[in-house]
């Protein structure tokens, strides 16, 4: 089991910056990906940045494109959301999540894959 912990989380003004970061201990290296989640009340969680674990290729949802980043520092073990100009629209509570499966393509944004969930952390973006 890979227990995760967001940090980072905050409010900001529309155009603003946040890094949210993720800490996976446990089984952490049988993991393949690890993603980032957001969900607002009302609405769907989405997924919006995940990485491979090995090699560093990432996806991204078409709503953060150029304006996120997801990355990795292998040495601490920590995966890391960089968010730049955010939007209203942004707001919402962040997850971290890991899968044990190996992926490509949309299926690393879904949520199905993902067995192991951080507890969240809050983004309010206001304008």
């Known amino acids: 089991q890979v227990q995760l912990r967001e940090s980072g989380g905050g409010s900001v003004l529309a155009g603003g910056s946040l890094r949210l970061s993720c800490a996976p201990s446990?089984?952490?290296?049988?993991?393949?990906?690890v993603a980032w989640f957001r969900q607002d009340p009302g609405k769907e969680r989405e997924g919006i940045a995940a990485?491979?674990?090995?090699?560093?290729?990432?996806y991204y949802a078409d709503s953060v494109k150029g304006r996120f980043t997801i990355s990795q520092d292998n040495a601490k073990n920590m995966v890391y959301l960089q968010m730049n100009d955010l939007k209203p629209e942004d707001t919402g509570l962040y997850y971290c999540?890991?899968?044990?499966?190996?992926?490509?393509?949309?299926?690393?944004?879904?949520?199905?894959?993902?067995?192991?969930w951080g507890q969240g952390t809050q983004v309010t973006v206001s304008s």
């Open positions: 999540a890991a899968s044990p499966r190996d992926m490509y393509g949309s299926r690393t944004l879904s949520d199905v894959p993902y067995t192991s």
């Open positions: 446990g089984h952490a290296y049988s993991s393949y990906y």
């Open positions: 990485i491979r674990r090995s090699g560093g290729l990432t």
